[in-house]
């Protein structure tokens, strides 16, 4: 397996994956150990995946907990957990949660280097002629994976102050099953894909990282540490759908994540711990400022009677057609959390405090002549026009839960009760939209606003009960309920603008929109060479009009949240 979590998790029995869009999530060797997974096991939700490093979760505000591109360095690890069943009072939710303990470094330094890489050549090939003949252009093969991990850690300061540094640098490269490229790419005057068999399409994640960790034993009590990750990444997001020159091409300028925390133990009954956390992803996927893909139209070709790619010649929207091109900025994703355990021979208590907040703005753009072609065979009879562009802005204002369990050993039983209050907001600023190309006199503002704040008490609990009293054979059984994850651009305003409506089109020959797309009735221009568009069939392109109305119990209020509960039974026996 490859050393992410994600491939730890597939050796799970019973635990799947899914990726949004693709299928083939499977790691072998690590030649895809750097896609983004969201897991799910026993019927659960996807969604509710949570990946955290020392405790911190390492999500972003796209969606719900599952939505993360952070993979920590598993360089740093001294130990991955997976938790997928009968979660604690500690997690809102009861999906997959997976949690890296980071390595702290000692008195003597010791390290690790781990490298591993392979090309084309450590693979042979099924490609037949007659696999050939029946239109299959190329086969889907390894191009490069390399994976060069070191690290290493040690002392500072003698029992006071140790450190603990990696790096890593990854790749999958792999060549896409049937993509070659489009002997017409770049070049303005063409319209039409031409298989250039020359060029194959490539898929590639590659990321580099780095990271330091720091920990001061301040006395016998206390502990402090701090701990650092950067990571930049390119993902070329190709598919067998899209031609190479149109592949989403996404930059993370700088994803990161940064921790720091106290440990302290009180007494001898007593341990504090107080942790903070800050993560951020600036990425996406943006029309090039260089020519010609600035300005290149993209085509989608929805005929059959040509065996070619469905999307070509201009960048964004090969990869998500109900999406265009655009970019989001985190900058900061913050967490607290603080919990107080108190251990007897008989109790072990937890009380814990866990809020997130955090700001992502959204942009959304296109190539300038704001529109995307859609032909048959080669012709044109559609076009696509986009209200563009357009900016969001959403707040986390909390994320929060407050939570007590207790693991109680009375006899042979050991009873684990929890119960845990959640609280999520979230709100918006002021937010203002300009014109654009085919909205002339936009000039929207939206009023500040919120939508989700919602209140919910779960309870939780389970019993291992010691049936012989030998220690050997364990009876076990846990029910919970929990809340399910929620977004955080869920209600913003901006989300009812009609940003983009399909027209049909009869083109004079020139692959020019001879009309005048701010007018929405039909035109028929071909007595003067011009060409015939039909009307905007949608009335709300470029207006704010809900499409959708909420019952504020929907989003508001206690116990209103999508909620799931678990139950789970089995007996455990010790064979040797």
């Not at 504090?272 to 600036?282: I, L, N, Q, R, T």
């Not at 309870?459 to 364990?474: I, N």
């Amino acid at each position: 397996a490859g050393r992410s979590h994600y491939d730890l998790a597939a050796l799970v029995p019973g635990l799947v994956g899914q990726q949004f869009g693709r299928s083939g999530w499977q790691d072998v060797g690590g030649t895809n150990n750097l896609q983004i997974s969201a897991m799910s096991i026993h019927g659960g939700t996807f969604l509710d995946t949570t990946m955290a490093v020392n405790g911190l979760s390492s999500r972003n505000l796209l969606s719900t907990n599952w939505a993360t591109n952070f993979v920590a360095d598993t360089g740093t690890a001294a130990e991955w957990t997976i938790d997928y069943a009968g979660q604690g009072a500690e997690s809102p939710s009861s999906g997959v949660t997976f949690n890296m303990i980071p390595k702290e470094g000692g008195n003597q330094f010791s390290g690790s280097v781990f490298a591993t890489g392979a090309n084309e050549h450590f693979q042979s090939s099924n490609y037949t002629d007659e696999l050939k003949a029946k239109g299959l252009r190329s086969p889907s093969t390894l191009y490069r994976m390399y994976d060069i991990n070191p690290s290493g850690g040690g002392q500072i300061f003698q029992n006071k102050l140790w450190f603990y540094v990696s790096g890593r640098w990854q790749t999958n490269q792999t060549y896409i099953p049937g993509s070659v490229g489009n002997a017409n790419a770049g070049d303005p005057t063409k319209w039409l894909w031409v298989a250039d068999p020359s060029v194959r399409g490539k898929f590639n994640t590659t990321q580099n990282s780095g990271s330091f960790r720091f920990t001061y034993q301040a006395n016998a009590k206390n502990k402090f540490f701090f701990s650092h990750e950067p990571q930049g990444r390119t993902w070329i997001d190709a598919t067998a759908a899209t031609s190479p020159e149109s592949f989403p091409d996404y930059v993370f300028t700088l994803q990161r994540m940064s921790s720091a925390g106290w440990t302290g133990t009180l007494n001898n009954k007593l341990l504090a711990s107080v942790k903070w956390g800050d993560h951020g992803e600036p990425f996406g996927d943006q029309i090039p400022a260089e020519a010609p893909y600035n300005t290149l139209i993209t085509v989608h070709e929805v005929g059959g009677q040509f065996i070619q790619p469905k999307h070509y010649r201009g960048r964004g929207h090969g990869g998500n057609q109900a999406v265009p091109p655009g970019w989001h900025t985190e900058p900061h994703d913050q967490q607290l959390n603080a919990s107080l355990s108190y251990v007897t021979g008989s109790h072990n208590m937890k009380f814990g405090f866990q809020n997130q907040w955090g700001t992502i703005d959204n942009f959304s753009e296109t190539v300038p002549a704001n529109v995307d072609y859609y032909f048959v065979n080669g012709v044109p009879n559609q076009f696509r026009q986009w209200a563009l562009p357009t900016h969001t802005t959403s707040k986390l204002k909390a994320e929060m839960g407050w939570y007590a369990q207790d693991a109680w050993t009375v006899g042979r039983a050991t009873i684990n009760a929890g119960l845990r209050f959640d609280y999520f907001a979230n709100e918006f600023p002021e937010q203002h939209l300009g014109p654009g190309l085919l909205v002339p006199n936009r000039d929207i503002t939206f009023a500040p606003a919120s939508f989700y704040s919602m209140k919910d008490l779960t309870p939780r609990v389970g019993v291992a009960y010691d049936l012989f009293g030998t220690g050997k054979t364990a009876l076990k059984a846990h029910w919970g309920k929990y809340v399910q994850g929620l977004s955080v651009g869920t209600g913003n305003p901006v989300g009812n603008l009609s940003t983009n409506a399909t027209r049909t089109w009869t083109d004079n020959g020139n692959y020019q929109i001879d009309c005048d797309l701010k007018v929405t009735a039909a035109q028929d221009n071909r007595a003067t060479g011009g060409d015939f568009c039909g009307p905007n069939p949608n009335a709300l392109f470029g207006l704010s009009t809900p499409s959708t109305a909420y019952d504020k119990e929907a989003y508001t209020g206690w116990g209103n949240r999508q909620w799931n509960q678990t139950f789970s039974v089995g007996v455990q026996h010790e064979v040797a």
